[in-house]
């Protein structure tokens, strides 16, 4: 989409010296040229002046970051000008009476003939899908998987090998992003990344994977999620880590190596966890964990030891 | 069905002056002519004076609180009554073989050819219904309103214009409702309403929205719900609400306008939460909140700012 | 399988007297001749003496306690052995494709033309079974069960009469089984037993229990469960027990009758919880409760009267 229409449809005056194709909505952090980003949250002001987004909706004061060659799209409501922007950079919603790109199919594979498979999907070997399971467009599933029923996979989702995904789970629906004008009305920020999940992941049923707003949502190696957990747009759960039942992890939080999340425990969101950090059943983590190897309990967080300290202290109040 | 039919089900003798056709169970508050109420709990007595309920399932000490025209069905069980009659009340469950009114199709829709379309369904134009979903009888959608795959949604469902339901969600499930005799077994309470959802709703995945017993369920214009989260039956969830993943709400609650809350939350039954409250993720709530435009956290709950304050002395008494 | 086989495939040495065959893997106490057990946590080692099992996986250190015809399979790292070895005995996956044996389907049921029934499935009379749900291989429905749109049913699943299953619901996929080797990889223990539902019970709309590891799962008669609710493999849920939404039970529990577990309340694995135990709230259980009908609260947990008057203690630290 051109900068001037995008300029245009916002309402937003800019004098651009040679027109640009904007071809995807980004962080700062991670915008390449071509791409659109935006500074809503002066936390962020910090990665303005090394950003390599070719036009950035900002607010005047903050303009003077800028490199040289970024476009500033003036505007005093930054994600919200996303917000209204980003529809446009959403993929199309197929379904049956569209022609489709056949998919290819590997040797050896079981597809239960009620399995819907989308446009230009990729199957490897020994593939199994059961019934009425749902494939998204351009979706790539690895060799000797196994999608169990009534599963949907949203487009554009990689699975690797050796993959398992149990029944009535979600792989790539939105995540839970809008940007709330004056009035209170939420305007949807659309989703347009998608999911990444690598090999040897397990996934329980039930489950709620959101696809990235941009970029991906990363399951890393081996990793193993149990029923019903929740996890969020933009997080990367790194390789092995293992989520107990019902966990929640709100958007971007990124889970290091082998750690372990107990039932019922929820973890902010842009928070980083550290490897083999061990969060016990019930805690709410509203910090990142910079030690690793520990184990943390409650919430507030305390160590465990220390919890578990606190909790002899407080029961003593029942006798003062 | 005939009120003389009603009390010789449940062994009741009464005096009917005029035979009377009831038509629905209702609360005594929301009874007119025609429908059959009941008094359990006796905080509710105070609704006996101005009930337009035609009969009440009633003990005999409270009858003196019944309008002259109301007839008392006399029983020392009306909730088990009211269980008894209420599968009597309920529609038949309709199924792929039954005779059905075809469905009304607006412009534009792409419907796959997979999806379900019960009797007497009303669709508007650029409705969007991906593979396998569920629309049950006599349910309604608006324009533009897309349904993902694999979505459930329970029959007399109205639907809004503009509201989007991520995959695998279920909209009108029965809600939790039943009656406890002596002898410890339950006694299904049918759940007779239905859910209204009304325009610009977000509804993530594996979302389950309970329908009313009597009634409707509503989640107001432009609210925004997150995956895995439950909405009891009769709740009436406001306007451009917030509510984040795996937020639980018991039924009969009612959240007013632009009320957020926060992840695991939970609210039991029966409470009003003024409009603009915050409810931070983990938080209980078990009592009404009166003031509007607060910060509320913890369970027990406190005001966040209280609660910041309480915890820090808490972690204090560890030193102690 | 042949014990030799198994011993070869781990790479244990053995002296099997007299070739067996195996044919199942189970728990020390539950196991039966012909079936192979495993020792990892010494906890267990006081069911060494009395195990049934035809051959245990087990270190050198143990094999004292075995009684004189159980055959030692020894290695120092049992639970891994078990995960490798437990593949070999999970069920084929069928699908469509497959050859079935075709179902035995009773009087006066509406089976909707989209549901999936696998081979050798036997359900009763008056049975409705709503679009798309899947009733996978050797499967039972009884008498007047009432299965709800995008329900799926895992193999071997026993299901009693009278009961209902709401949309989206997931019946016996895996438990969260797995060994860690010394890498941190989590090796996958096959679920090989199965899920009882006996008579009267109903379930809620995106509800997960999980099947057994070996055995069985087990919802007894007139259990009450709402939506969102998590059961680990190997449960045992009382007679009339009530599990209100989002209550998550780890693996092994058994509750007794009439529990009733409040919202978002979560018990740990491996405990029994008394009869007519009520446990409120968001409580979190991570001990074995032995006195029945007490009510209890919070996390750690207490009884509920110790509870409040520890709560109404803690706020008071707000003023000192």
């Known amino acids: 989409m ?9 309402g937003i005056r800019v004098d651009i010296p040679q027109e640009i194709e904007i071809v995807k909505l980004n962080t700062l952090q991670e915008a390449k040229e071509g791409e659109l980003s935006f500074l809503e949250n002066e936390k962020y002001i910090k990665y303005l002046p090394d950003t390599q987004a070719s036009a950035v909706l900002i607010s005047e004061k903050h ?33 049956d009476e569209v022609e489709r790109v056949p998919p290819q199919i590997g040797k050896n594979c079981k597809i239960a003939k009620s399995v819907y498979i989308g446009s230009d999907v990729k199957i490897g070997n020994n593939v199994t899908i059961l019934h009425n399971s749902y494939i998204g467009d351009r979706t790539e599933i690895g ?11 949203y487009r554009d989702t990689k699975i690797g090998k050796d993959v398992t995904i149990h029944s009535n789970s979600v792989i790539g629906s939105d995540g839970f992003g809008f940007a709330t004008d004056s009035q209170g009305n939420h305007i949807k920020i659309f989703q347009n990344g998608n999911v990444v999940i690598e090999d040897r992941v397990e996934i329980g049923s039930n489950v709620s994977i959101d696809r990235a707003v941009f970029n991906s949502t990363y399951i890393r190696k081996g990793a193993r999620i149990d029923n ?8 990367d759960i790194g390789e092995n880590v293992v989520l107990v039942s019902q966990v929640g992890i709100a958007g971007s939080t990124k889970l290091g190596k082998s750690v372990v999340v107990g039932g019922q425990a929820g973890i902010a969101g842009h928070l980083k966890i550290a490897p083999f950090s061990t969060i016990t059943a019930k805690a709410g983590v509203s910090k990142s964990i910079k030690k ?25 109040l029942l006798k003062g």
Chains 1, 2, 3 share one sequence.
């Open 63 to 95: 303009i003077r970051y800028l490199p040289e060659n970024t476009i500033p799209l003036i505007t005093e409501t930054p994600y919200i000008d996303l917000a209204k922007i980003s529809r446009y950079f959403a993929s199309p919603i197929e379904i």
């Open 228 to 235: 019903l957990v929740q996890i969020g747009h933009n997080c």
């Open 143 to 153: 060799d000797n998987s196994i999608i169990y029923p009534n599963v949907t996979i």
């Open 2 to 10: 051109k900068l001037s229409k995008i300029a245009e449809i916002l």
């Open 292 to 316: 690793s190897g520990k184990i943390w309990s409650g919430y507030p967080l305390f160590e465990h030891s220390h919890w578990l300290k606190l909790q002899a202290k407080i029961s003593k």
